[in-house]
């Protein structure tokens, strides 16, 4: 490699951390408390960080270089405070890769967080049920994925002092806390399911054919999120877990048509037993 791209790659990474230091002293000026928890809600969940208490609020776009979600159903700010007695941080809302962001922001906010102090993450999002065995409103705990989004967030420059150039994906969902949910889930008597979420690049739905390919590969739910930020936070070293709302049944396996406003509506009846659990487990982090 020639001294010059080893300088061009220096400077990338020079000017990213210096992006995510701009974010994080905005944010510390603001915060209360240093977090050590961090939460991401999808499609219709950002009501849990309304249990918050003793809470900082800051929007998006007054964080500097922080992207701003588009879609109905993601608000958009971070919310800081205290959450069954633990310090935690929550996005409330994400951005997603088919928005016209490049991987490189969808990274961007799992650097932050753990510039913050995470060191735990738990994720929400809202999936389609791949397997057939799947009903709406089941809840689904990820043991593993499949990236179909065509990308990765940490192809480019390497940030060396967050992780390694390599970060092994084998155990990127994390045994232990996997166990806590399965564990809270029992104590509260909530059927959690486990399984297998693809991410697909959308916005579209996927086509009854490639739902057959996805169930027949391995698949037991598809969505457009959560990969890039477990990809991001294994790297990081913070332990993560993900939960997906089946909010519908995919492409051809329902013969309706899909829509936003059936996610939104299955999210909205899942509440019941998310706040819970999500609480169980924090409370036992």
């Known amino acids: 490699m020639s001294e010059s791209t080893n300088h061009q790659r220096s400077q990338a990474e020079l000017e990213a951390l210096a992006k995510i230091k701009d974010a994080v002293e905005v944010i510390k000026a603001r915060a209360h408390l240093t977090p050590s928890i961090g939460l991401i809600l999808g499609s219709g969940l950002g009501f849990i960080a309304d249990h918050f208490e003793d809470a900082t609020v800051i929007p998006y776009e007054e964080i500097p270089h922080f992207p701003r979600s588009t879609i109905v159903g993601h608000e958009g700010s971070l919310v800081i405070g205290t959450f069954e007695g633990q310090r935690c941080v929550c996005m409330k809302g994400r951005v997603h890769y088919y928005e016209g962001y490049p991987m490189s922001s969808l990274a961007f906010p799992i650097y932050v967080l753990r510039a913050l102090g995470v060191e735990t993450l738990l994720v929400t999002n809202a999936a389609g049920g791949v397997n057939p065995d799947f009903k709406v409103g089941d809840l689904m705990l990820i043991e593993d994925h499949l990236n179909f989004l065509g990308d990765n967030p940490l192809r480019g420059p ?8 390599f970060p092994d994906m ?26 297998v979420y693809a991410a697909m690049l959308g916005p579209s739905y996927e086509t009854p054919a490639e739902i057959r390919m996805l169930h027949r590969i391995g698949a037991d739910a598809v969505g457009m999120s959560t990969v890039p930020e477990v990809i991001v936070s294994a790297q990081c070293g913070v332990k993560v877990t993900a939960l997906s709302v089946i909010t519908n049944q995919a492409a051809g396996l329902s013969g309706q048509p899909l829509s936003h406003d059936e996610v ?12 819970p659990l999500l609480r169980g487990v924090v409370s036992k982090l």
């Open 264 to 275: 939104k509506e299955a999210s909205e009846l899942a509440k019941v037993r998310i706040v």
């Open 158 to 165: 390497n940030l060396e002092s967050f992780g390694p150039r």
């Open 170 to 195: 084998t155990f990127a969902y994390a045994d232990d806390i996997r166990a806590l949910w399965r564990e809270v889930a029992r104590e509260q008597g909530t059927t959690l399911r486990e399984g």
